[in-house]
C-alpha cells in the first residue's frame, strides 16, 4: 500500500482556473506538508499541519488554501491559477511534527496554460 | 542562512563503476544533513541522514555519505553502480529534527549499461 498518494498524477488547467489537488497518508503520522518545487528543482515547503491545525504557512499567494479534513488528509485548493504556479508539488507526513524524517508522496506536475 | 549546493545537474556513470555526488553547504550552527532519493514516478525517499556522531553514515542500497565539516561537504557516494539506481537525488540540510529541511536543486543520476 501507498504511504503518501497524491491525486492526480497530473494535471493541466487553464489561467483562472480553481482547482484541487488530494493527499492522503495510511502511516498514522500526525503532521502533513504541502512542499512546492521549482523549475529549477528547488523544493520550498508550503503548509505544514499537525492533528488538523495550520502550524507553517510560508509566504505563498492567499490564492493557496490548505484544507485538512481529518488527520490522514491534506488538500490543497488553489484558486485563479496563474502561469507561475506551474510546479510540481509534493505532499509529505511526519510523526510528532519532524520535517526530516517525513515520508513524500509521488508529486503532482502542474502546468498552468 | 542555511544553503545546499549539489554539483552538476546531471551525472552520468557506467554501471559497476563508483558513483559520486556532490554537495556542499553553508550552516552556522552545527547541521543536520540528508540525501533523498527520488526514483521515476516514485515520491522522494530518505537515503542516509547524518545528525551527530560518527561522519560516515551508511543508508539504503549500498549508499553512504562521508560529513566533512573543514569542507562542508556531505557527498555521497557508491562502490558500484546498478541500473535500478538511477534517479534523482537531492541533499537537504536543516538545523535539527524540528527544523525544516533547505534543499538542493537535484542531481539526476544517468547509469550507462
Known amino acids: 500500500d501507498t504511504a503518501v498518494s497524491q491525486t492526480p498524477k497530473y494535471l493541466v488547467t487553464q489561467m483562472g482556473n480553481d482547482k484541487s489537488i488530494k493527499c492522503e497518508q495510511n502511516?498514522?503520522?500526525?503532521?502533513m506538508y504541502w512542499y512546492k518545487q521549482d523549475s529549477k528543482k528547488f523544493l520550498k515547503i508550503m503548509f505544514s499541519?499537525?492533528?488538523?491545525?495550520?502550524?507553517i504557512n510560508e509566504t505563498v499567494p492567499n490564492r493557496f488554501s490548505p484544507k485538512s479534513p481529518d488527520k490522514a488528509h491534506l488538500n490543497l485548493h488553489i484558486n485563479s491559477l496563474e502561469l507561475g504556479d506551474s510546479a510540481v508539488y509534493f505532499c509529505?507526513?511526519?510523526?510528532?511534527?519532524?520535517?526530516?524524517?517525513?515520508?513524500f508522496g509521488q508529486g503532482t506536475r502542474l502546468t498552468v496554460v | 542562512a542555511q544553503s545546499v549546493t549539489q554539483l552538476g545537474s546531471h551525472v552520468s556513470v557506467s554501471e559497476g563503476a563508483l558513483v559520486l555526488l556532490r554537495c556542499n553547504y553553508s550552516?552556522?550552527?552545527?547541521?543536520?544533513l540528508f540525501w533523498y532519493v527520488q526514483y521515476p514516478n516514485q515520491g522522494l525517499q530518505l537515503l542516509l541522514k547524518?545528525?551527530?556522531?560518527a561522519t560516515l553514515v551508511k543508508g539504503i542500497n549500498g549508499f553512504e555519505a562521508e560529513f566533512k565539516k573543514s569542507e562542508t561537504s556531505f557527498h555521497l557516494t557508491k562502490p558500484s553502480a546498478h541500473m535500478s539506481d538511477a534517479a534523482e537525488y537531492f541533499c537537504a540540510v536543516s538545523e535539527g529534527s524540528n527544523y525544516q529541511l533547505i534543499w538542493g536543486a537535484g542531481t539526476k543520476l544517468i547509469i550507462k549499461p
Open positions: 550552516s552556522s550552527v552545527p547541521p543536520y
Open positions: 547524518y545528525t551527530t556522531g
Open positions: 499541519y499537525n492533528n488538523k491545525e495550520l502550524i
Open positions: 509529505a507526513s511526519s510523526q510528532e511534527g519532524i520535517p526530516a524524517l517525513a515520508f
Open positions: 502511516l498514522g503520522h500526525d503532521t
